[in-house]
C-alpha cells in the first residue's frame, strides 16, 4: 500500500519553471506549500537511468535527501515510434545547454526525414520520496501525432509540435487549463494523488 502524503510542505526537484508552474497548479487543491530545487539552490542531479521511472526516483531522492524534505520529480518527454522511441530520456537533451526547443524540434523534423510515421507519445514518470529513502512512483502516457512547423506559444518544450489522439490542436495551441486535464502528466498525477492524497 502507498504511503499517504501529510506534510505542509513538498519540493518540487525540478529546474524547469515550465514543470513547476504546471505542478504546482496540479497540487493547489491539496493545500501543500510547493517550492522548487531552483528556488532552494539545490544542485541537479546528473541523470544516469536509461527510464524515465529511474531518472525520476534519482532526482527525488537527491532533493529530499539535500532538502530534508519530501520531494516530488517528474521525469518526461517525448517518444517518437519512427526514431525508435527517441527523444526520450534525451528529450531535454536534445534542447542543448541552453535548453532551446526550437532546436530539439528542428532535430526531431530532420531525423524523421521523409518517413511518414508521425506517431509519438509523451511519458511522464513522478516520484515522491521522503527524506527517510521511501519513494511511490507512477507512470502516465498520452499518444498522439507530430505536427510541422510547429504552432502555438503556449505550454513549454515539445508542446508545439504534438496533437494529442482525437484533438486537431497541438498541446502548445490548446488552453492550458484543457492540456492539463488530459496530458501525460495530468495522467500520471491522478494516480499519484488517488494513492497518496486521497
Not at 67 to 93: C, M, Q, T
Not at 124 to 143: K, M, Q, S, V, Y
Amino acid at each position: 500500500m502507498a504511503r499517504k502524503f501529510d506534510e505542509p510542505k513538498l519540493v518540487l526537484a525540478t529546474h524547469n519553471p515550465g514543470k513547476v508552474v504546471e505542478i504546482a497548479a496540479l497540487l493547489k487543491p491539496y493545500n501543500v506549500e510547493v517550492v522548487s530545487a531552483g528556488e532552494l539552490g539545490l544542485p541537479e542531479p546528473e541523470e544516469t537511468e536509461t527510464t524515465f521511472e529511474g531518472n525520476a526516483q534519482l532526482k527525488a531522492r537527491a532533493a529530499a535527501e539535500a532538502s530534508g524534505l519530501p520531494a516530488l520529480s517528474d521525469d518526461s518527454g517525448l517518444s517518437v515510434k519512427a526514431l525508435d522511441g527517441a527523444p526520450g530520456i534525451y528529450s531535454a537533451r536534445w534542447a542543448g545547454p541552453d535548453k532551446d526547443f526550437g532546436h530539439a524540434m528542428d532535430r526531431v523534423r530532420e531525423e524523421l526525414g521523409e518517413n511518414p510515421n508521425r506517431e509519438a507519445m509523451f511519458v511522464c514518470a513522478l516520484t515522491l520520496a521522503w527524506p527517510d529513502g521511501h519513494d511511490e512512483t507512477f507512470l502516465g502516457t498520452i499518444t498522439g501525432a507530430l505536427k510541422f512547423p510547429p504552432s502555438g506559444g503556449r505550454g513549454f518544450g515539445y508542446d508545439p509540435i504534438f496533437v494529442p489522439t482525437g484533438f486537431s490542436q497541438t498541446f502548445g495551441e490548446m488552453d492550458p487549463d484543457q492540456k492539463h486535464a488530459m496530458s501525460h502528466r495530468a495522467h500520471a498525477f491522478e494516480q499519484l494523488v488517488a494513492a497518496c492524497f486521497d
